[in-house]
C-alpha cells in the first residue's frame, strides 16, 4: 500500500500459542510446583493491523504474564520481517496472564527447557496472525463507547497491625471504565458462523478492541494449569455475541487486580472473563442497535399513528493515522539491589529449597520458595538498574481519528491511567501497561511514601509518575495538534 485511502482500514489475524503442557509454569512465591500439568484453554496470540494506505500499525494482543524487553523486541523484529511493516510501528501487548509459562529463569529450573523454544515459536505464530491481519485488510467504520465492570479492586491492602498485603481493598482507587472501539467493514460482510443469526452476532462486527485494567492474577499458586486468565474467556464471550476478533489491551493494573484472586479452580476466570465479556459486547452491540441520533420521516396510519425514523450511528473519524515511538527518562530511587548481594542470596535460598525438597520438608520448602522469589526480583532490579539515576521508559503512540492508544513497558498504578485518559486532547485514549517490554511498577507519588509490595520492588523514584505522565499529555497534545 503506498497511496493514501479515503477511510482506515483494519484486519485481524489469530494463532493459537499453546505451550508444551508440563513446561515451567506461573512463577508464584507460594506455588509447590514447577511445572504445568496441562492447558485449560488455549492461549491465543491476536493481531490488528491499521493502515491509512500510506502508514501501516500492528497491535499484537499476546496471551502471556510478561514480555520482557529483549523478548518484545526478538517478537517485533520477527513480526516486521514478515510483514515488512516498521518495527517502530508495531505494539506488542502482553495479556498479564499469571498461569502461563514463565517468562525469564528463576528459582524454577523443570521445564524451562522448554521456554526458549517456545518464545521462538511465539514469534513465529505473532508474525503469522500479523501477516494474516495485513491480508485481511479493509476499510471500516469506527465507533466508540464505554462500558463499566466490577470485577477489579485496588488490591493494596493494610492489617490492623500495619502489614501491607495484595487482597482486594474496596476503598482504594480503581479504574472500572471499559472503553471499547469498534471497527465495521465498510463494504460488505464478515462471513457469519452458523447459528449467528439467532445468537445476535453482527456479520458486518470486524474488530472489538478492549481496554480495561486488572491484572491476570484470578488464578494463583494453587493452578497448576496453563490459561489464559479472565481475558481469554472475556474475549471468547464478545466473539460469540458479537461476532469478529476481540482485542483485549490491559489497562493501568499496577495495583488492580481481581475481586476474586489467587483460586485454583477455573471456573472462577471463566466466570468473570464472562462478566466483563458481556459488559464489552453490550457497549460494542448497542453502538449499532441504539441510535445516537434520528431523523422523523413519516407518519403510517394504522389502528395508532406510527411514526417511522431514519436512524443514525455515529461513527468516528479514523484518519489521519499517526504513530510514534519514543523513550521518555523518568528519575530512579536511592538504595537499589546490588546484583552481588542479590545473586547470592537468590543461590543461598535455591540451595535451601534443594535441601528442603531432599528432607520432605513442607516448611523449609514453602519458605524458600518465596524467598527465592524474592531475590529473584532484587536480582532483576539490580541488572536492570544498577549505578543509573534513570531510567527510560519505552512508550508507543498509535493515534488514528479521535482514537489514541498508548503503551508503556510498565505496570502503571490505575491512578495514572485515570489522569491520562481525563485530561488527553483525544476524546477517546487508552493507556496500556506491559507494552513492548517490562520493567516494573510505576506508583504514583501519593503511594510510594507508603511503602508495600509494588513500591519496594519498583526501581523508579517518587516523581518518576509525574514526569511520565506530563511528557504523555505533552506528546498526545503534539499528535492532536498535527491531526
Known sequence: MNSPTPTLLAGTGRRCTNPPPNIAHGGWGAQKHEQAEGIDMDLWATALALSDGTTTAIILDIDIQILTNERADQIRAAVSQA?????????????????????????????????????????RWCS???????????????RVGRGECHINSNRRCVTPSGERFLGVNADGPCDHEVLVVRFDSGTGVSPVRPGSESNGQDARATTTLVNYACHGTVMGPGNRLI???????????????VGGRCVFLLGSAGNVGPVQGFQADPKVYRSLGAVLGHEVAKVALSLKAIPSSMTFREVIPSGAPLGKYDPEFAARLGLPLRVLE????????????????????????????????????????????????RADIQLRMADDFGGKTSAGVRTHFITFGDVALVGCNIEPFCEIGMAIKKQSPFPVTFLCGYTNGRMAYLPTAD???????EVENSPFGQNAAEVLQRDILATLRGLRDNS
Open 326 to 373: 519514543k523513550e521518555i527518562m523518568v528519575p530512579l530511587c536511592d538504595g537499589l539491589p546490588e546484583k552481588k548481594a542479590a545473586t547470592e542470596k537468590l543461590d543461598l535460598w535455591k540451595a535451601k529449597l534443594k535441601a528442603g525438597r531432599e528432607q520432605n520438608d513442607e516448611a523449609a520448602i514453602t519458605e524458600a520458595i518465596y524467598m527465592a522469589r
Open 227 to 241: 490459561t489464559p486468565d479472565y481475558a481469554g474467556a472475556m474475549k471468547r464471550v464478545v466473539e460469540e455475541a
Open 83 to 123: 510483514t515488512g511493516v516498521p518495527k517502530q510501528n508495531i505494539s506488542a501487548c502482553a495479556t498479564h496472564t499469571h498461569s502461563g509459562p514463565v517468562p525469564y529463569k528463576s528459582w524454577i529450573e523443570k521445564g524451562y527447557e522448554m521456554v526458549g523454544p517456545w518464545f521462538d515459536n511465539l514469534a
Open 128 to 142: 503469522e496472525a500479523a501477516s494474516e491481519a495485513i491480508t485481511n485488510l479493509q476499510p471500516v467504520e469506527i
Open 447 to 453: 503511594e510510594w511514601t507508603k511503602g508495600g509490595y
